[in-house]
């Protein structure tokens, strides 16, 4: 059985469709670029899988479980904007954390944190927005989650940064977990990717290995991905 098994998986807001008949299977001890132009569906489909939304059709499980209480224990959600409140400082969030997740590694977060320069007593209100983004992908990655759903995980930061936290993804997951990240700087990710599913006005139009599409396209997935999605 997959880590991930989704099938005619739909999502409408209204007169508007989000997802359009998404079948996937992913299995463990992927890295996986979910790759697609704005507006394509992307974040709509991890918000789906972490049970932020709820689907119009179709069906998803994750180890075998609808979106929901028991996969919350196993699935750690990277949103692309910050979802942390202001109030609280570095410190009190990691206490949080290790309250409510019982895979928090603490003592990775603290790590990890530190090697970005993150003040620990300093609140979130007083933090610049890479610096909130930054914090956030710490707490997430400090988790021994089955799946990681990262959205824009490297969209706000500098060059050096967005290296370090590629190194950070790749060194902290747990080997037979999933990993699936969505982004548009395809460039930066791709050395990293197991897998690559593009999607397009919700449909899923690419799902192959990395390594088939270098050497079947004689390509590199940015390379495709610009022929693909050419305006």
């Given at each position: 059985m997959s880590k991930i098994e989704i099938s005619g998986l739909t999502r409408r807001f209204g007169n508007i469709t989000a997802l359009d008949g998404v079948t996937l299977n992913i299995d463990e001890g992927r890295i996986v670029g979910l790759l697609g132009p704005n507006g394509s569906g992307k974040t709509t489909l991890l918000k789906i899988m972490n049970g932020l939304l709820t689907p119009t059709e179709g069906s998803i499980r994750i180890n075998g479980f609808e979106p929901g209480i028991e996969t919350h224990k196993i699935?750690?959600?990277?949103?692309?904007?910050?979802a942390l409140p202001d109030y609280m400082s570095t410190d009190k969030l990691i206490r949080l954390y290790q309250d409510f997740f019982e895979d928090f590694d603490r003592t990775r977060a603290e790590a990890m944190i530190d090697d970005l320069g993150?003040?620990?007593?300093?609140?979130?209100?007083?933090?610049?927005?890479?610096?909130?983004e930054k914090l956030q992908l710490c707490l997430v990655m400090a988790r021994d989650a089955e799946v990681y759903l990262l959205d824009e995980p490297i969209g706000g930061v500098d060059p050096a940064t967005r290296d370090y936290i590629l190194r950070t993804i790749i060194s902290n997951y747990n080997e037979n977990a999933v990993v699936i990240i969505s982004t548009h700087l395809i460039a930066d990710i791709e050395s990293v990717l197991d897998d690559v599913i593009f999607i397009r006005e919700g449909?899923?139009?690419?799902?192959?290995?990395?390594?088939?599409?270098?050497e079947e396209k004689g390509a590199n997935i940015d390379q495709l991905f610009r022929e693909v999605f050419r305006c």
């Open positions: 699935v750690a959600f990277l949103p692309d904007r910050n993150i003040d620990r007593s300093q609140e979130l209100k007083k933090m610049s927005k890479g610096t909130k449909k899923i139009i690419l799902h192959e290995q990395a390594d088939t599409i270098r």
